[in-house]
């Protein structure tokens, strides 16, 4: 019974060295393969720069949508214009974005006011913007998020340089509360398991994902994958773009923003854990299976499976190899050590946080067993205040094509001009309602 105890530590240290140590080589990968969006680098614009449409939906964000549509409005890109999405919002969103736009004539106000039968609210928002919108290239940007004033320079031409038709961010995470640093470096940490962004960068990969926070794309690429009607459905609609994108070989790129887009994704402990929920179940499908791999994984790799198995292994090892009994638990300390302070500094959060992920990890266990208990009873999806009638994630168009045919429908007739849409840019407010089903 001791040697079967020994050797199940042994099986738990050496399953946490390599969680680890992938988890770092998945961490040295994205520093490769993703490039860092410099702010400082004030790229040159040709002389007539694309209209960019940058459209941010806002449900109940009075208390960050002030700052966030300043930031937009302070771009240093010479042409691009706002359009503020007001939806359903039964606060002062609307009162304050109208204060921040006084006096601007390149900002559209659309309020809408239903949600048709199918749709999320956010999608439905977003092709309500989209459907206002006039410029070749479309970014949309969530409320919480703040830019910088050369974002949208930087992020116009790093996709020119790469010759991609859609690119992506992941932010710097601003965490305040206790609950925000030790959860989500964690969850964003599973996410990126989920979607290892040095895959989702590799044309031949079949991984695609994007970050709803912010994602720019080419109007023509957007409308050829069927834009937010295709994906009105999913709890993760920018997961469903990035897939749709790459899927098509039209160009996809998935950036490290940290020091061009900031956010405050969630706020405090609750809402941090209904929030991610949401999103993690979404990416996994609602599948059994692979939640449950996962929990197991988590479990595995958790501070109490740690504890138990150093129990275990320490005073034993210590008696059949006295000289070299250090040599596993050393190598799960250095791994776990490494691979959780680079990750949070590819996060732009400081690397002391890293200590946060063990707790995080443990909020992660419980997690799993909340959508394991959605996914069995086929719960609805609830979110902001609205349920939802249907609770699937199910996008199509998955596979991307091969890695040689990739990005060409992008250029193959160079930069493409599309008819603007409603010119004028009104200075009052667009009552929006979409009544289609």
């Known amino acids: 019974m001791t040697h079967v105890a020994l050797s199940l530590a042994i099986a738990v240290l050496l399953f946490q060295a390599c969680f680890w140590a992938m988890r770092m080589w998945e961490v040295i990968q994205t520093t490769r393969m993703v490039p860092e969006i410099d702010p400082d680098k004030k790229s040159r614009l040709p002389s007539h720069p694309p209209l960019i449409s940058v459209i941010v939906p806002a449900h109940n964000e009075q208390a960050g949508i002030g700052e966030c549509l300043r930031s937009v409005l302070d771009q240093d890109y010479p042409h691009f214009e706002l359009v503020f999405v007001n939806d359903r919002s039964d606060d002062d969103t609307l009162a304050v974005a109208e204060s921040v736009v006084q006096g601007r004539d390149d900002l559209r106000i659309i309020s809408v006011t239903d949600l048709p039968k199918g749709w999320t609210g956010k999608c439905h928002a977003l092709d309500a913007g989209v459907r206002q919108a006039s410029g070749e290239w479309l970014a949309f940007l969530d409320a919480d998020c703040r830019l910088h004033k050369s974002a949208l320079r930087e992020c116009y031409c790093a996709s020119i340089r790469h010759n991609v038709g859609m690119i992506t961010l992941s932010p710097k995470f601003v965490l305040k509360t206790f609950w925000e640093k030790a959860l989500q470096p964690a969850f964003v940490a599973m996410s990126c398991i989920l979607f290892p962004l040095a895959l989702v960068n590799h044309p031949s990969s079949t991984v695609a994902s994007a970050n709803g926070m912010f994602y720019m794309i080419r109007r023509h690429v957007y409308e050829k994958i069927g834009g937010h009607r295709d994906v009105k459905g999913l709890a993760v609609e920018d997961i469903g773009i990035g897939k749709r994108v790459k899927a098509a070989g039209l160009g996809l790129l998935f950036a490290n923003?940290?020091?061009?887009?900031?956010?405050?994704?969630?706020?405090?402990?609750?809402?941090?854990?209904?929030?991610?929920?949401?999103?993690?179940?979404?990416?996994?499908?609602?599948?059994?299976?692979?939640?449950?791999?996962?929990?197991?994984?988590?479990?595995?790799?958790?501070?109490?499976?740690?504890?138990?198995?150093?129990?275990?292994?320490?005073?034993?090892?210590?008696?059949?190899?006295?000289?070299?009994?250090?040599?596993?638990?050393?190598?799960?300390?250095?791994?776990?050590?490494?691979?959780?302070?680079?990750?949070?500094?590819?996060?732009?959060?400081?690397?002391?946080?890293?200590?946060?992920?063990?707790?995080?990890?443990?909020?992660?266990?419980?997690?799993?067993?909340?959508?394991?208990?959605?996914?069995?009873?086929?719960?609805?999806?609830?979110?902001?205040?609205?349920?939802?009638?249907?609770?699937?994630?199910?996008?199509a168009m998955l596979d991307p094509v091969p890695a040689r045919s990739a990005y060409t429908n992008v250029h193959s007739s160079g930069e493409h001009t599309v008819p603007t849409a409603n010119p004028s840019i009104p200075s009052t407010p667009i009552y929006y309602t979409d009544t289609e089903n």
């Open 257 to 395: 923003g940290r020091r061009i887009m900031q956010t405050r994704m969630y706020v405090g402990f609750n809402e941090t854990i209904h929030g991610w929920t949401r999103i993690l179940s979404a990416s996994m499908n609602y599948e059994m299976p692979i939640v449950i791999k996962y929990l197991c994984v988590h479990i595995l790799v958790s501070l109490p499976a740690l504890l138990s198995a150093l129990y275990i292994y320490v005073p034993q090892a210590y008696k059949l190899w006295p000289e070299t009994w250090f040599f596993l638990p050393f190598i799960c300390f250095l791994a776990m050590t490494f691979a959780s302070t680079l990750f949070c500094s590819q996060m732009g959060v400081p690397r002391k946080y890293s200590v946060f992920l063990i707790i995080g990890n443990l909020m992660l266990v419980w997690v799993f067993f909340v959508i394991l208990k959605k996914t069995a009873l086929s719960e609805p999806l609830q979110w902001r205040g609205t349920t939802y009638d249907f609770n699937r994630y199910e996008p």
